[in-house]
Each structure stands twice: as C-alpha cells, then as structure tokens.
C-alpha cells in the first residue's frame, strides 16, 4: 500500500497540517487527521486495485476454459491483450513470440478474429490484429 502518491496529490494540505499543529499549540490532531485520511485513500487504491485484477482472473479463466477450443498461442496472446488493450499483433510478431513458423501465427490470429475476440485491419500490405474493446465480455460469452 503506497501513501507517498497520495501525499504527492495533497502536497499543500501537508504542508498546512504542520502551519496548523504549530500554532495550536504544537496539537497534532490535524497532523494525525490528515495521515489517517491519507490512509483510507490508499486503501481505497488497493481495493480498487484488487478489484481490478479479480477481474482479469476471471476474464483469463474464460480463455482458459477447456472447451473454448483455443490453443495455448491464442491464450496466451489473449491474455496479453487483456493486460495491453492497445496492443497491436501481426503475423510476424506472433510468429516471433511463439517460434512459430508463418502459416501457423496466421492461422491462429485469423481464427480469433473469425471468432470476434480481434479485429483485423490492414496497413499496407500486412495485417494487424487489435484486441475489441469488450473482450473480457466476449471471453465470458465462451465459457
């Protein structure tokens, strides 16, 4: 759990608790007030953060339900593009990534996209799969 981001957001009101505790007689109840509310927001992060990746747990497990009919390539790489939504792949950084020969990267990124999971687009002459918006729905749908 880090506080030092939320100090970072409410450098002056830090700084304001010290003006305070000084002239009311050194009382650190505003200092003390202060740290505490500091604390609840970065406990509020971390639970957001928790409840983020729970999330990306479940989405993965509807990737990896047995009777999704994917190979372990095409988990994987849906598993990146739920971790990188802006991801671009082809066929040669997938053939790269994998040690795959090319008709093999193009089978598989051409399937996910038959399936709705990638869009496909081109650029010049080569094309670039990005991950949809709503993956993590459609990953869901296939369970």
Known sequence: ???????????????????????????????????????DQALDSVQAYVGRKVREIRETKAVLHPDAGLNPRQIALLRHALQHPDAAYTFASHQMSHGVVYQTARTDLLALADRGLLTST????????????DLGDRLHELE
């Open 122 to 133: 081109r650029a010049g002459r080569k094309y670039v799969f990005h991950a949809l918006p």
């Open 1 to 39: 759990m880090s506080i030092s981001s939320v100090l970072t957001k409410a450098y002056a009101a830090y700084a304001r608790t010290y003006l305070y505790t000084e002239t009311d007689d050194n009382d650190l109840t505003y200092f003390l007030l202060f740290h505490l509310d500091v604390i």
